[in-house]
């Protein structure tokens, strides 16, 4: 799945991923991979502006950290972030619903 596919969903879709815990850039790249069965193999360059975009939000915080003797900026969601991803999938769930009526079968019309 292209980048340009997720537009205007790609900010939900990271703040869900950081629901679980706070992550370094590249495990953020490999839990959308892996929770999306390899469908979202986003490039650093999708990701990175994105994550900072989030942080200049408050959704995100983001600090330095060593993992295995190399420094990571490790980012966390946030009070505000919280609220977005609930407020984000809000919407989520009404557009789908409303986009189902029309793209999901349903039952045969009468007549």
């Not at 900010?11 to 495990?27: Q, T």
């Not at 003797?69 to 809000?90: C, H, I, M």
């Not at 919407?91 to 007549?111: H, I, K, N």
Request: glycine share 10%.
């Amino acid at each position: 799945m292209k980048a340009q596919a997720l537009h205007g969903h790609l900010d939900a879709l990271l703040l869900a991923v950081l629901e679980r815990g706070a992550l370094h850039g590249y495990a953020i790249i490999e839990a959308l991979r892996a929770r999306s069965e390899g469908q979202l193999d986003l490039p650093t360059g999708t990701v990175y502006p994105a994550l900072r975009r989030l942080e200049r939000a408050g959704h995100v915080a983001s600090a330095w950290s060593t993992v295995n003797g190399r420094e990571r900026r490790t980012y966390e969601l946030t009070d505000t972030g919280r609220r977005a991803l609930a407020d984000q999938r809000s919407g989520w769930r009404e557009f789908s619903a409303t986009v189902g009526r029309f793209l999901d079968p349903g039952p045969a019309p009468a007549g």
